[in-house]
């Protein structure tokens, strides 16, 4: 198998003229690798002594230390290289004038994880912002998307519910890569920077991870390798719950569950071959940080068996439905705060539409509920289509 080359590697082979005249900045963080685990910073110091002058982190810190959400990065300095390190996940979720005043252009190179409900893609989005009223470049080196670029599910994201895991219209998985959505942001919601991408080489859009030959580092520490990452854009529900999804275990998003849950009420409502490209295993695991600490939760892990028939958020909205229905005296939804949110429902941000919370809870059928977003999902991929890089 012959390994796909990203965005960093094809820079730095053919690096653009305006190189040579410019500072740069780097929005990074562990996952900004070449394959063979050399960091994107080194390189590019290597590669262009002194010109690198500033680096950026995203959630959970330039070392992807921080575990949970909402556990802010202070600014700092790289140990290695000893430039300055301004968190774009602490005092400020888009970056000032004072941070982007060392560089004329802002290299991104991060690993998205092809769901709508992540935090890198919108701080990317804010640095378009502040590169448009800066009057700076910004250039991607494009990542794959690991969960292909071909499988889009859900519902598009409803104005009412923007936040900082949901600022535009997007659905659940919306199958482009970073670089596809920073031209999306930038020319279908009229960002209007300075931008350039730098496209990946021999990528195909019905790849997996897995089948690019690249090296998987965990971009957050909760997404630890691929399996977690295709789970992801259904199990990242239960955040806006009061069942585990895993975090405080070595398996977060694969597993789910709680102290209450009944495994076999569960399989009895959904049917244990039902749900396509999976195998739903009955499981008892007990985290050691976060919801249900040190209690023994009931629940199931999630095993992939045929990634291209896998509907992640379809399967989990008909589980959570599942857990609504049989335990409605313990089950619970999320209070805010989320994601700096402080007045709406976790849930309702997360799915980004309230109705489909109050359709679960009057268990209308999932088919059904997923019936209703079609229309909108396809004006979405006839708009995306046209920012695709890759064929």
């Known amino acids: 198998m012959e390994t796909v080359q990203t965005g960093l590697v094809r820079f730095l082979e053919s690096p653009p003229k305006w190189v040579a005249n410019a500072r740069l900045g780097l929005l990074c963080n562990p996952a900004s690798v070449d ?17 690198l002058t500033a680096l950026y ?19 700092g300095v790289d140990p290695v290289l000893n430039l300055p390190v301004y968190s774009l996940y602490g005092k400020t979720r888009a970056p000032t004038k004072a941070m982007l005043d060392p560089v004329d252009v802002l290299l991104v190179d991060l690993q998205d994880v092809g769901t709508r409900v992540y935090t890198f893609i919108y701080t990317l989005s804010y ?35 923007r936040s900082f895991v949901g600022r535009y219209a997007l659905p659940m998985r919306h ?23 730098i496209p990946m080489k021999g990528w195909q859009r019905s790849m997996f991870f897995p089948q690019t030959g690249l090296p998987w580092v965990a971009p957050s520490p909760n ?70 600490q040190a209690q023994p939760c009931q629940g199931f892990q999630i095993h992939i068996t045929h990634p291209d028939e896998f509907r992640p958020y ?7 439905q599942a857990v609504i229905f049989h335990h409605k005296e313990t089950f619970e939804w ?48 006839d708009i995306s289509r046209g920012f695709h890089l890759y064929k």
């Open 35 to 51: 394959c063979s685990y050399n960091h994107t910073r080194l390189l590019i110091q290597q590669h262009f002594p002194g010109k």
């Open 57 to 75: 982190s995203p959630q959970h810190g330039f070392f992807a230390e921080k575990q949970d959400n909402m556990i802010e990065s202070a600014d």
């Open 127 to 161: 640095c378009l912002e502040a590169a448009k009223a800066l009057h700076k470049k910004v250039v991607i080196l494009d990542r794959p998307n690991p969960i292909n670029g071909r499988m889009v599910e859900g519902n598009c994201l409803k104005p009412n519910y």
């Open 175 to 197: 199958a482009l890569t970073i670089g596809e959505l920073a031209k999306l942001f930038n020319e279908h919601f009229e960002i209007g920077c300075d931008l350039e991408i």
């Open 223 to 292: 997404l630890p390798n691929p399996i977690s990452v295709m789970v992801y854009p259904g199990q990242v529900l239960w955040e806006g719950t009061n069942v585990s999804e895993g975090r405080g275990t070595t398996l977060p998003f694969e597993l789910f569950g709680a102290p209450y849950l009944n495994a076999a009420k569960i399989i009895s409502t959904i049917g244990s071959e039902s749900i396509p490209g999976i195998v739903l295993r009955s499981v008892v695991f007990e985290p050691t940080a976060n919801k249900w």
């Open 314 to 320: 379809e399967t989990s909205l008909r589980l959570l």
């Open 334 to 381: 999320k209070q805010p705060p989320y994601e700096y949110e402080t007045r709406r429902l976790p849930i309702d941000l997360i799915v980004g539409d309230r109705t489909i919370r109050k359709r679960l809870e009057n268990m209308e059928p999932v088919e059904t509920i997923a019936e209703s977003w079609q229309a909108e999902l396809e004006e979405f991929l």
